[in-house]
């Protein structure tokens, strides 16, 4: 026993000691360059890139940031699953459905509780409820909020997506096609949502704000292995932008309209949407973004042996909670 004990210290310390140098490798190979994306819809980014926050805050370490434009969820998401992204900004229940489809990705920030989605039709138009989208030309951008927002409206209406024409577009395309005719709906997302109302008429036939789920920033699972103290530093510059945007609201619109070229009054209507007062991820997110799942996985668009609540509980990361 004696001999089988000292054998079993000795394996015990020599784990130790490989952990401990694989860690410190980890840490001396720390990336000199990091990948964050940006977006129109996560007005913080906006002023954590134009103000250079996250380069300040990473120059002692010799770290430089490469800025990456998301125009959607699904973009980050495609970002984040081939590994040309360490930080993308997605709604909540998008980052659901791709951790359920193997992405290997954690939600540790809000950087927003926004009501950016709805369902859209013409200024000229019959359609006065999600029941009227009956074959109907639909466009959407699959993987998205502004998709799981329409499958659930369609949902509660005794529809599914095979009683639509879906119409797979990027948002601004999906604006597009349906100011030119080309579909008779979209499921929006703002700003452009806002722009089809301010400049076109466009009318938001369906809204229903508790359905949006929270804007949220998720970080490759490896990368926050690798680097906790670099993703709470990320988060920290997070923090201090969410901070100025809160305190300057017209240096966002101004941020808003120079990235998106678009007018003060449409980007005067989307942050009317836009709450930016929460940033701990936990319970709230949660709940929402499991709301969003089930409902999901009842209209077929997730599978039946998905386990939806386990998804959530892996995706949440609240280690970082302390850094915001």
């Known amino acids: 026993m004696p001999i089988i004990s000292a054998l ?10 490989a952990t401990s140098l694989a860690w410190s490798g980890a840490e001396a190979q720390a990336p000199k360059e990091i990948r964050v994306d940006y977006a129109t819809y996560n007005p913080v980014s906006l002023v954590l890139k134009d103000r250079g926050i996250l380069e300040k805050a990473l120059e002692a370490d010799g770290i430089k940031v490469r800025w990456v434009l998301s125009a959607g969820s699904n973009k980050a998401l495609e970002f984040l699953n081939a590994g ?24 540790i920030y809000v950087y927003s509780r926004p009501e950016w989605t709805a369902l859209v039709t013409g200024a000229k138009t019959d359609i006065t409820k999600v029941a009227d989208l009956k074959g109907k030309r639909v466009a959407v951008t699959r993987g998205t909020d502004p998709h799981i927002f329409l499958v659930r409206s369609l949902a509660e209406a005794g529809l599914t ?5 879906l119409v797979l577009l990027q948002h601004a395309d999906g604006r597009l096609a349906l100011e030119r005719g080309d579909v008779e709906a979209w499921a929006g997302l703002d700003p452009m949502m806002a722009a089809a109302e ?32 670099l993703v709470c530093k990320v988060l920290k510059a997070y923090e201090e932008a969410r901070a100025i945007a809160l305190a300057n ?39 929402t973004i499991l709301a969003a799942g089930l409902a999901l996985q009842q209209a077929g668009v997730l599978p039946a042996n998905a386990d939806v609540k386990a998804t959530v509980d892996a995706l949440i990361d609240k280690r970082f909670a302390a850094t915001n």
């Open 198 to 229: 301010v400049e076109a008429g466009a009318k938001l036939f369906h809204r229903k704000a508790a359905d949006n789920t929270w804007g949220v920033l998720n970080v490759r699972e490896e990368f926050a292995e690798k680097n906790p103290e």
């Open 84 to 107: 040309s992204l360490d930080f993308g900004s997605t709604a909540g229940a998008a980052a659901l459905i791709a951790k359920i489809n193997g992405n290997p990705i954690k939600s």
């Open 161 to 165: 997506e095979k009683d639509v024409k």
């Open 8 to 17: 079993t210290r000795r394996a015990v310390l020599a784990g130790l000691a």
């Open 249 to 287: 609201p017209a240096e966002v619109r101004k941020a808003l309209v120079e990235a998106t070229k678009l007018s003060d009054a449409v980007i005067e209507r989307q942050l009317t949407r836009t709450e930016l007062t929460h940033s701990t991820i936990g319970p709230d997110q949660a709940q």
